[in-house]
């Protein structure tokens, strides 16, 4: 698991391994960036369903709580399968484009 950090957001992401050991990859490293807004890059995924992306949802849902962003990053899922609980772009700098705006929402208090 690489975990990037640039200021107060990592990037998670892991090359040639499975969906469940990436998650409990993640759950794992969890502590050391549970202050930080999280992107899980998941392009290393050739194939990725709507299933797939729900099983963040637990960690999503648990990290947004404590105030801070968690956003999945990948084209392979159509918008329309997804619910709203979970933040997810086709992009990295789509991803930190929605951190700045809900720090700014944040910092204002919506």
Excluded: C, W
Excluded at 34 to 49: A, E, P
Excluded at 71 to 95: F, G, M, R, W
């Amino acid at each position: 698991m690489i975990f990037d950090k640039e200021g107060t957001t990592t990037i998670v992401f892991q090359e040639k391994t499975s969906l469940k050991t990436f998650l409990d990859n993640l759950r794992k490293g969890y502590p050391k960036i549970k202050h930080d807004n999280i992107i899980v890059n998941l392009f290393s995924f050739s194939k990725l369903s709507a299933g797939n992306v729900l099983e963040f949802l637990d960690i999503s849902n648990a990290h947004k709580n404590t105030g801070k962003s968690f956003i999945l990053v990948t084209n392979k899922v159509s918008y329309d399968e997804i619910p709203d609980q979970i933040s997810v772009v086709p992009t990295i700098q789509e991803a930190k484009d929605i951190i700045e705006m809900e720090e700014i929402e944040r910092d204002l208090g919506i």
